[in-house]
């Protein structure tokens, strides 16, 4: 497809399961950024990589969090050991190129975490 | 910690009004300033964007104002439309994006 494809779409997991949840941009797009969304909260900026460089994971909320990208086109975020404050929905974004510029998102993908 | 900060969290506009959202932002380095528009289910899509070179930039019915030395900047909706009923998100930029809480507009018929 020409958007950005995020999967699963809904993710139900065990408290201390892990997860993976994927990214697959635009194609030829250089940077990509993961959000995360809590119910009615603006997007939560989790980290952002400029082809297979990650150049920011400052937003990162622990160490149970960690993200890849290894050939600078598909992305995964992996959460270990899910808490429920984990549950939000999970966005990636991409961008034609590095520094400013619009981003295109995915529908995202919806973890509970029971 | 958000770095953008929106308001009214709500805002119910009359069909045919017009529909104000405010965004204060304190990094100076950012230099693109969008508007998203998100509706349930889906991720936030591109509204409209401005540089803080100008002032304002109008795309239809919607006007972002931007005032950099109050580090301010505004999105206006004219002849709000039902249709037009959505969260809205202002954002600031660097090199990454960094978005504010949101702001619920729903349109009355």
């Known amino acids: 497809g020409a958007g950005v494809s995020q999967s699963p779409r809904y993710k139900v997991a065990k408290r201390g399961q892990d997860v993976a949840l994927r990214c697959d941009p635009i194609?030829?797009?250089?940077?990509l950024f993961w959000y995360q969304q809590a119910l009615g909260q603006g997007p939560e900026f989790l980290t952002y990589?400029?082809?297979?460089?990650?150049?920011?994971k400052s937003g990162l909320p622990s160490d149970r969090f960690f993200a890849e990208r290894p050939e600078g086109s598909v992305s995964t975020l992996k959460i270990q050991r899910t808490q429920q404050e984990d549950s939000a929905v999970y966005l990636c974004?991409?961008?034609?190129?590095?520094?400013?510029?619009?981003?295109?998102f995915g529908e995202g993908s919806r973890l509970t975490v029971l | 910690q958000q770095q953008v900060k929106q308001s009214p969290q709500s805002l119910i506009v009359q069909k045919g009004g017009i529909s104000i959202i405010n965004c204060a932002y304190e990094?100076?380095?950012?230099?693109?300033f969008p508007w998203y528009q998100q509706f349930p289910g889906k991720g936030p899509a591109l509204l409209i964007a401005?540089?803080?070179?100008?002032s304002e930039k109008k795309e239809g019915r919607f006007t972002i104002s931007f005032n950099k030395s109050a580090k301010q900047f505004s999105l206006h909706i004219m002849d709000s439309q039902p249709g037009d009923s959505a969260t809205y998100f202002c954002?600031?930029?660097?090199?990454?994006?960094?978005f504010g809480a949101g702001t619920r507009l729903t349109v009355k018929p």
């Open positions: 990094n100076t380095a950012f230099d693109y």
């Open positions: 974004a991409s961008s034609f190129r590095g520094g400013t510029g619009e981003l295109f």
């Open positions: 401005i540089r803080p070179d100008v």
């Open positions: 954002a600031a930029s660097f090199n990454d994006m960094r």
């Open positions: 990589f400029q082809n297979e460089a990650q150049l920011d």
């Open positions: 194609s030829g797009h250089v940077s």
